[in-house]
C-alpha cells in the first residue's frame, strides 16, 4: 500500500456502534476525516452512486479504494499516517493474538447477536414498522427481530453477555490495569473488546443491574468509562469532521487517485482454483453473515487469503470495492456484461 496519508479519508455511516470503532479509532490516532451520513434504513443512495449495494455501514473510502467490513477498514487505516503512532504499533505476537480473538470474540461468537438481543423492547424504534422491516432483511438467517423475539431471547442473551463481562473481569483487567493489554493509552485490542459492552451499557433498561453492572464488575465498568473519557479527549484536539452530502462525496472519491496499487488474483487460492476465477471477469461479492441478499457485481482486480477487491461504476469512473475474505464470498457472475 501507498503511503498515501493525504488521500481523503470518507466515512459513510450514522453514529451506530460498528461505526465508532471506526470514529475511535481516527480520533485516537488524531487522524482527520470527512464525513457522509446516511439514513436509519434503506435505501441508500450515496452508496447505489458508487455501484455498492453492499447495506451495511460504515463503509470508507481513502482516494478512490472504498473498503467494507470495520474489520478491514481498522487494518487498512493502521498503514496510514505512519508518522503518528500506530494503534497496535507496539504489539508483541501474543497481543496482536489477544486482539484478533478478541475481535473474534465480539463478531463472529455470537456476542453481537446476543447483545441486539439485550435491546429492550419497548423502545420507540422497535415499534416502527419500516425499521423492523429494514432489520429483518439486514439480520435474515441471524435472528429473528421482533419485539416478542427478543424479549423471548433475552434471558439467554443476558448470559452470555455477563459470562463475557465476567471473562474480562476476571482475565485481562483482573489485576487493575487502565488497558487490556497493559499499554499506556488504548490499543486496538481494546476497540475491539470495548464496542458491544459501550453500546449497551448506554441503552437505558438494556442491562439488568442485578446481573450486570458497574457494582458486580468494577473494572469493566470503569475501564468503559475510561475509554470514553479517553476518546472524548482525543476527539477535542482534532478539528469535527467536514460533512458532505452523498454528490459531494462521490465526487471527492472519484476525483482522486487510488490508495493501493492493482493487486494480483492469487492462482493457488482454492476459491479461484475451483471456480478458475480470473482477473478481469465479473464477480460478484457478498456478506455471509448478515445482509447477505444485498449482492455486489464488478470485475475482479484482487484476491488473495486476506482481500477481495472488484472494481465497480461510479457513474462514468470506477472505484475499487475491497472485502476481507472472511466472511465474505465471491463468485462468478456470468450475467455481469449484460
Ligand atoms: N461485520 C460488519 C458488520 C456491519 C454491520 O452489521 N453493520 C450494521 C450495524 S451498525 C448496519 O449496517 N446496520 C444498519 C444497516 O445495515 O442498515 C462490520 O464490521 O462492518
Known sequence: MSPASELPILLYHLGSPLSKRIIWYLALRGIPYIQCMQPRILPRPDLARLGINYRRIPILSIGRDVYLDTRLILQKLEHLHPSKPRLAALATPEHRAIEHLLEVLAIDSGLFKSVVQLMPAHLPQLQDPAFLRDRADLLEGM???????????????????????????????????????????????????????????????????DQISGVLYPRVFSWIERFQRTVSSAEKLISAPQTVDGEQAMEIIVTSLFNETEGLVDENDPVVKQQGLEKGQFVQLWPTDSGSRHKDNGKLVSMDNKEVVIETAAGDAVVRVHAPRHGFQVCAFEDGEK
Do not use: C, Q
Open 143 to 209: 435472528m429473528v427481530f421482533t419485539p416478542e423475539a427478543l424479549t423471548a431471547a433475552r434471558p439467554n442473551a443476558i448470559n452470555e453477555v455477563k459470562n463475557v463481562v465476567e471473562f474480562l473481569e476476571t482475565t485481562l483487567l483482573a489485576d487493575g490495569r487502565d488497558w487490556v493489554l497493559g499499554t499506556h493509552g488504548p490499543s486496538i485490542a481494546d476497540i475491539e473488546a470495548v464496542w458491544l459492552l459501550h453500546w449497551i451499557s448506554a441503552v437505558p433498561g438494556a442491562l439488568p443491574p
